[in-house]
């Protein structure tokens, strides 16, 4: 069985920095896609960065330069280290993950919709 512990988050003022991690326990294959995905309420999930097995990391455009997805050595852990953030990242945040059969998601891997297995959110709060 598949678990997502996430572990991180809180508030932050304009500018600051957070660290998002993500435990995986269990098996989801050697091809897989894994990745952040948040959610303002009232609106739809974003998917914010993901990375599939073949390693390739891909970001929406909105975090593009502040924040870092990686993967540790032995590749159960996820993090996601969050730069100079901003108001606009306030957000619920979803570690997630599924199997990839070709090794990789492509593009869809910032897409909400390919995820099977969600961790449980946390709440990143960044006040101006």
């Known amino acids: 069985q598949v678990r997502l512990a996430v572990s991180g988050g809180g508030s932050v003022q304009a500018g600051g920095s957070l660290r998002l991690s993500c435990e995986i326990s269990g098996s989801i294959g050697n091809g897989y896609c894994i990745g952040w995905i948040r959610q303002v309420p009232g609106k739809e999930y974003e998917g914010v960065a993901g990375?599939?097995?073949?390693?390739?990391?891909d970001y929406a455009d909105s975090v593009k330069g502040r924040f870092t997805i990686s993967q540790d050595n032995a590749k159960n852990t996820l993090n996601l280290q969050m730069s100079s953030l901003k108001p606009e990242d306030n957000a619920m945040y979803y570690c997630?993950?599924?199997?990839?059969?070709?090794?990789?998601?492509?593009?869809?891997?910032?897409?909400?919709?390919?995820?099977?297995?969600w961790g449980q959110g946390t709440q990143v709060t960044v006040s101006s």
């Open positions: 997630a993950a599924t199997t990839a059969y070709s090794g990789s998601c492509g593009y869809e891997v910032l897409s909400w919709l390919i995820y099977y297995y």
């Open positions: 990375i599939s097995s073949d390693g390739d990391p």
